[in-house]
């Protein structure tokens, strides 16, 4: 009786228009007052303990990451490494596009941020070389979705903190299927573009290969940083998206310098010599080298007995000093290594004046407008997510106090379902709910409900969790409520029917993968337990 209360309130409210948040924390305080032995007590009492959830500490830094990775031009960066990689193919700006949404989903964690950051550019290339608005816009709407999908995911967080399954195995279990996804989106593509006789880019050689990369590079060791940290053992998942958000304001302000007050200065002027050019460059891509040296080799030799940081620290001086010559060597036919050090020194003055410059205006940093303005979007979208989900875990207390999902559990063993046909169930509850609520609500109404019952007819926790992460990136492509839709149409200038009618194709290709990852369970849990063992449940 009271789950049918329970979930008529919710339905109701929702049909009424009152926000998701409201509906579910009103519906669990009407159950525990009117129709529930539980105190109300309990309603303060969840409410604090889900402000104090360690796990969801990540959401609010992964948000703020990402917020200064889309401000700070690394989308930019990334699309032209997609393209010095994929564009020679035909219809490779497209397959650029979806390459560009799977980096830059691996540093945000968002569908949304994902669609904006790359759309706003990726669109406007394509249309300029011969694509139809409509082919480019459904793409981008589609590729974009790989942001939930891709680790680090804000969603995966959710389905943790809701279910307690290891965040640290749900990023691993979904690198698989965001590449098998991101793979089949570029095959569908260059059919299409075969039959569609669609344009190809340039092959541009290696060289611009190497020049994308290096000029992405910044942005893209975020995903060593977060990856390598983790199942290095240096940190949790929670202290990796903290270490996120400090090296994405970093890169935005400091490196690459698109926005902030030091927003178009650059670090090498015209009116610097090729000497302290060269020099300049030599050291910094010695230094960065060491750098990343030093974090990968910690990462590798956590655990290697006779490894110490000094024979680490060495190792990697010796070859950043290799580096740093070859590099000087090449850039100027007419030195040799002995000329090095006269190189350096022509190198100091770009670097006293680039020190100089970020002395001066480092409090700046801080407090200047495009930072704030970053700060501010990154606090609204926290609290509104925030409070959805502390709502949806009151929902989620109700439910296992009235024991909903213990009965639901004997209903379908006892109508004789098996995990195959409870999968079925769960994802036409999860596309149907998808179409009309935001992902990590959804996820926090129905992953209580399904978990047990997926753990009694042996369904693996990582793949469920997988599974309800993919039926989530459709539904942000589904109408009436697909968060993606209305995104791509603001970007685009598109109305919303001409947005769903461009990305229905590319829909069908993830409806395939969706049937591909839910009977495939290999593809979602041989990454995370071939590196971290298997998921402990207790039942």
């Not at 228009?17 to 525990?32: F, M, Q, R």
């Not at 394509?126 to 709407?141: E, L, N, T």
């Not at 495009?370 to 409070?387: C, E, G, N, P, Q």
Request: proline share 4%.
């Amino acid at each position: 009786m009271e789950a049918a209360i329970l979930f008529v309130l919710v339905l109701g409210l929702l049909f009424l228009g009152v926000p998701v948040a409201v509906s579910l924390g009103l519906s669990s305080i009407i159950i525990i007052a009117f129709f529930s032995a539980d105190s109300m007590s309990s309603v303060a009492l969840q409410l604090f303990t889900a402000s104090q959830n360690y796990t969801l500490l990540a959401i609010p830094f992964f948000i703020l990451a990402s917020a200064f990775m889309s401000t700070g031009g690394v989308a930019r960066r990334i699309i032209r490494f997609a393209i010095a990689t994929v564009g020679h193919f035909r219809g490779g700006l497209a397959m650029a596009s979806v390459m560009a949404c799977m980096l830059f989903a691996a540093l945000s964690g968002s569908s949304p941020a994902t669609v904006v950051a790359i759309g706003t550019i990726a669109i406007a290339g394509m249309r300029q070389v011969g694509y139809s608005k409509d082919f480019a816009a459904g793409i981008i709407a589609n590729a974009g979705t790989l942001g939930i999908l891709i680790p680090p995911s804000i969603v995966m967080v959710v389905y943790s903190a809701a279910t307690d399954v290891s965040v640290g195995r749900m990023f691993l279990a979904g690198v698989v299927p965001g590449l098998v996804a991101g793979l089949m989106l570029m095959a569908a593509i260059y059919v299409l573009a075969r039959i569609r006789n669609l344009p190809a880019e340039e092959w541009k050689g290696f060289g611009e290969i190497l020049a994308g990369g290096k000029e992405a590079g910044w942005g893209l060791f975020l995903i060593i940083i977060i990856l390598g940290g983790i199942y290095g053992g240096v940190f949790t998942p929670t202290e990796a998206a903290a270490v996120a958000a400090v090296y994405a304001f970093f890169v935005a302000l400091f490196v690459y310098r698109d926005m902030g007050p030091l927003k178009g200065v650059r670090w090498i002027q015209d009116t610097d010599s090729k000497r302290a050019r060269v020099g300049f460059s030599a050291l910094v891509y010695a230094l960065a080298f060491f750098f990343v040296f030093m974090i990968l080799s910690f990462f590798v030799t956590a655990e290697w007995e006779g490894v110490t940081a000094g024979g680490r620290a060495l190792v990697g001086l010796v070859l950043s000093l290799a580096i740093m010559v070859a590099y000087a060597v090449w850039r100027d036919r007419e030195s040799n290594p002995f000329n090095i050090p006269g190189y350096i020194v022509a190198g100091l003055p770009i670097w006293g004046r680039n020190v100089a410059l970020m002395g001066r205006n480092f409090f700046r940093m801080f407090f200047n407008e495009d930072t704030r303005k970053v700060m501010t979007d990154a606090s609204k979208t926290t609290i509104m997510l925030m409070f959805i989900i502390v709502n949806a875990l009151l929902f989620a207390h109700v439910l296992t106090s009235e024991r909903i999902p213990d009965a639901i559990t004997d209903l379908m063993i006892g109508y004789g379902f098996n995990w195959f046909t409870f999968l079925i169930a769960v994802n036409l509850l999860l596309l149907l709910g998808g179409q009309f609520m935001e992902p990590s609500g959804l996820l926090l109404i129905v992953a209580p409900v399904v978990f047990p019952i997926a753990m009694e007819l042996g369904v693996d926790p990582v793949h469920l969790g997988i599974i309800m992460v993919v039926n989530m990136e459709i539904g942000m492509i589904t109408p009436p409520i697909g968060l993606n839709l209305f995104v791509t149409s603001g970007i685009t200038g598109m109305s919303l029917i001409q947005v769903v009618r461009a990305a229905a194709p590319f829909v069908a290709v993830l409806f395939a993968f969706l049937i591909l990852v839910t009977y495939v369970p290999v593809l979602s849990t041989w990454l995370p337990y071939s590196l971290m063992g298997p998921e402990i449940v207790t039942r």
